[in-house]
């Protein structure tokens, strides 16, 4: 069997008729993002941002037609919200319904923000971000998501690090997700954690190439077609930075808020200020900070060990009127664990290090249990 390529993509996606049967998706300039994987095709179609729900069958056409090329295992195809797509034509006007006039803008003349739709059945999310990579942010995620559950919450855990997944190594949860009704994915599961991540859909080594708009529709995609069920909470692990998928979530997304990770030296704490400064910039309430590898216990004398100055996070915290949340000590259990995959929440729930992320998933919910409830934000893959 031949390997497939980008070419037979192309020309197979060129049989797909544009908006309005104008043209195709290939030659309007529609298609970008091709990306072969173990025989698993993706791709995404540009789109104007005021159609995208209204094209989402041709999305739907462009994903059947390419599982049609012999040789292919699975596509996943993806709507990027694009003004400039191609030669796309623009939206056409839309009758008010009979009766009714059409709306006026609120008064003042500023146009309301567009709502953030949910995901049904959970109540809220929270992200887990950090300024800048290498300071423990999975970790801090995976067993903060643990601490909830282990608090008797019904918790997920999305991993939205497109280009670096761990979660999966993380949780120790190999194989591919299961596809329900043809459309919605089933989490994969471990220690009573729901989980997805693209680290599910891609081989570990495989690097993923994709563009700024490709990884946020996919991501919103991993987010709203997923069965998740019924949760109390969904904690989303974010790529470390400030960049578009930061946006994209804050944007798109009705977080109940964002937890800041950091490590206590000067260097890191000026990566954490920008996480911070752009969580407010999109008003997504800031539930604390959390600093991680705080200080050092040796493990043959018990001795601390402040290796990286300690109190920083704190202290910032305080400086910025953002609640602190904890210290997670850098120990050799909450590293060997984590690299096994067998979290320290889940491994060890009476032990010293459970104890400190079970009291910060509880500062978190308190804080987020407190606030009223905005409805939270529901991947093809075949």
């Known amino acids: 069997m031949t390997d497939v390529t980008k070419e037979q993509v192309l020309e197979t996606l060129s049989k797909v008729r544009g908006p309005d049967l104008e043209g195709d998706i290939v030659s309007l300039g529609m298609v970008s993002d091709v990306f072969i994987s173990d025989a698993k095709v993706y791709?995404?179609?540009s789109v104007p941002a005021e159609r995208a729900k209204e094209l989402e069958p041709l999305r739907a056409a462009?994903?059947?037609?390419?599982?049609?090329?012999?040789?292919?295992?699975?596509?996943?195809?993806?709507?990027?919200a694009d003004r400039k797509a191609g030669s796309a034509p623009p939206p056409r006007p839309q009758a008010a319904p009979s009766g009714q006039a059409h709306p006026h803008p609120p008064a003042g003349g500023a146009p309301a923000k567009p709502a953030k739709s949910g995901v049904p059945g959970v109540g809220a999310i929270i992200a887990v971000a950090s300024g800048k990579g290498g300071v423990?942010?999975?970790?801090?995620?995976?067993?903060?998501?643990?601490?909830?559950?282990?608090?008797?919450?019904?918790?997920?855990?999305l991993d939205a690090d497109i280009y670096g997944p761990s979660v999966p190594r993380l949780l120790k949860i190999s194989g591919r997700p299961e596809q329900i009704d043809g459309k919605y994915i089933k989490p994969m599961e471990n220690y009573g954690l729901k989980a997805m991540s693209m680290g599910f859909l891609v081989d570990e080594e495989t690097a993923m190439i994709w563009r700024g708009p490709m990884v946020q529709s996919a991501l919103l995609q991993m987010l709203r077609e997923v069965a998740w069920g019924e949760l109390d909470v969904l904690v989303v692990d974010m790529p470390p930075g400030t960049g578009d998928v930061q946006l994209t979530m804050a944007q798109q997304v009705p977080l109940a808020g964002a937890v800041i990770v950091s490590t206590p030296q000067d260097l890191a704490l000026i990566d954490a200020r920008k996480a911070v400064n752009m969580f407010r910039k999109v008003e997504i309430p800031l539930l604390g900070i959390v600093e991680n590898m705080s200080y050092f216990l040796a493990p043959d004398t018990g001795n601390r060990y402040d290796i990286f100055g300690h109190g920083g996070a704190k202290a910032e915290a305080t400086r910025i009127g953002v609640p602190f949340l904890g210290e997670v000590p850098l120990t050799m259990e909450i590293r060997e664990r984590s690299d096994a995959g067998t979290p320290v929440v889940a491994a060890v729930p009476d032990?010293?290090?459970?104890?400190?992320?079970?009291?910060?998933?509880?500062?978190?919910?308190?804080q987020v249990s407190g606030r009223p409830q905005r409805k939270a934000p529901a991947i093809v893959f075949e």
Do not use: C, H
Request: charged share 15%; aromatic share 4%; glycine share 14%.
């Open 43 to 45: 791709f995404s179609v």
């Open 62 to 80: 462009a994903e059947r037609i390419v599982k049609g090329i012999p040789g292919v295992k699975g596509v996943l195809a993806t709507l990027t």
């Open 136 to 157: 423990g942010k999975s970790t801090t995620a995976v067993n903060l998501a643990l601490g909830l559950l282990a608090n008797g919450l019904r918790v997920g855990l």
């Open 351 to 366: 032990g010293p290090s459970a104890a400190i992320y079970r009291d910060i998933a509880t500062a978190v919910w308190a």
